[in-house]
């Protein structure tokens, strides 16, 4: 487990795993992360060792996506139907006037 990670040669890799877990214990989804972390290792061994640093790298960018998804279950865990509804709405609304300054 990551619980002082030491710094490696590579800081952006650093930076990413640090800011992962820092996430994952914030909204208390650490070992959800921890286990989706070791399953996707398991599943990119021949390339993690093929390209080291830099697979890494992109192992760990892409895990953030599952980590967002653990992240947005740990806040909607209790809400009511019509909460979540109007939480995708106020985005979806948000995303329009985006849109719209283009």
């Known amino acids: 487990m990551?619980?002082?990670p030491t710094r490696i040669g590579?800081?952006?890799l650093y930076?990413?795993?640090v800011l992962n877990m820092s996430v994952a214990?914030?909204?208390?989804v650490e070992k959800e992360y921890m286990q989706c972390l070791?399953?996707?290792r398991e599943l990119n061994k021949e390339e993690l060792e093929k390209n080291g640093e830099k697979a890494e790298?992109?192992?760990y960018r892409s895990i953030?996506?599952?980590l967002n998804l653990m992240v947005l279950e740990k806040i909607f865990e209790g809400k009511s139907k019509k909460e979540?509804?109007?939480f995708c709405n106020s985005w979806i609304n948000k995303l329009k006037k985006l849109e719209q300054k283009k």
Not at 25 to 28: A, P, Q, S, W
């Open 2 to 4: 990551i619980d002082k």
């Open 10 to 12: 590579n800081s952006e």
């Open 64 to 66: 953030k996506y599952n």
């Open 15 to 17: 930076n990413v795993r």
């Open 38 to 40: 070791t399953d996707t």
């Open 25 to 28: 214990r914030y909204y208390g």
């Open 57 to 59: 790298l992109n192992l």
């Open 84 to 86: 979540i509804l109007n």
